[in-house]
């Protein structure tokens, strides 16, 4: 019994009737001779599209695993942020050293005004021999009071003079790294399954059962 062949089944190549083969991919029929060019073309296509791409991926990701050249720049940026941190570190110790070195010499120059006037009346009663017992007790108890005070400064909690801030810096947090998410779910792409059933509805269902859908 003769079939009638229509246009759909044409060949989408050369347009003859003998169209008996059907990409499912790119949903057009190809006679037994340029389905099998189509092939062809499709195996090209792999190659130099998918198979390439994924070779040259692959072998950056193998340069990058001898190698950190690629994140050298980090590296570079890490060490920047170290040195700068260091030498303001340093300026602050500088300063507070500049500042404890002020302190010092304040309390001495204090301390050492404030026994003067005892030193004078020291010098002035020896010469003049002018001095009794009550002038002694009364010397020894100011020369006394500016002792404790000196060994009051020279004992001084120094937690009470110098301050620092350790507690309060989250050394963790200063500076820190942070991977970046990156969204790898995988867009969904139309088969390019290629089949030889000539019937595109059988050959859909046939792909169905082998997903596993209904």
């Given amino acids: 019994m003769a079939t009638t062949v229509t246009e759909s089944n044409l060949c989408s190549i050369c347009n ?20 099998k060019e189509h092939e062809q073309q499709l195996s090209i296509k792999f190659d130099n599209e998918i ?17 950190n050249s690629l994140s050298v720049d980090l590296f570079d940026q890490i060490e920047q942020w170290k040195n700068t941190t260091i030498n303001k570190v340093k300026k602050a110790a500088e300063k507070a050293q500049h500042e404890l070195t002020e302190l010092i010499n304040k309390q001495r120059i204090t301390i050492k005004k404030q026994l003067e006037p005892i030193t004078r009346e020291i010098r002035c009663r020896r010469e003049e021999e002018n001095f009794v017992e009550n002038d002694i ?6 020369i006394n009071e500016i002792k404790q005070k000196l060994e009051q400064f020279a004992q001084k909690d120094t ?6 801030n350790n ?35 059988l050959a859909s269902s046939k792909l169905g059962m082998l997903l596993g859908m209904r």
């Avoid at 937690?159 to 620092?164: A, D, E, K, M, S």
């Avoid at 309060?168 to 290629?194: F, G």
């Fill in 16 to 35: 003859k009737p003998s169209a008996r083969r059907f990409c499912i991919g790119c949903k057009k029929y190809f006679c037994p001779k340029d389905f």
């Fill in 51 to 67: 198979v390439r791409s994924h070779d040259e991926l692959l072998e950056q990701i193998q340069k990058l695993e001898k190698s």
């Fill in 137 to 142: 007790d009364e010397l020894k108890q100011k």
């Fill in 159 to 164: 937690t009470q003079t110098i301050i620092v």
């Fill in 167 to 201: 507690d309060q810096i989250d050394w963790n947090r200063l500076i820190y790294t942070q991977e970046q998410q990156l969204d790898y779910t995988p867009k969904p792409l139309q088969s390019n399954i290629v089949s030889t059933v000539a019937n595109p509805k």
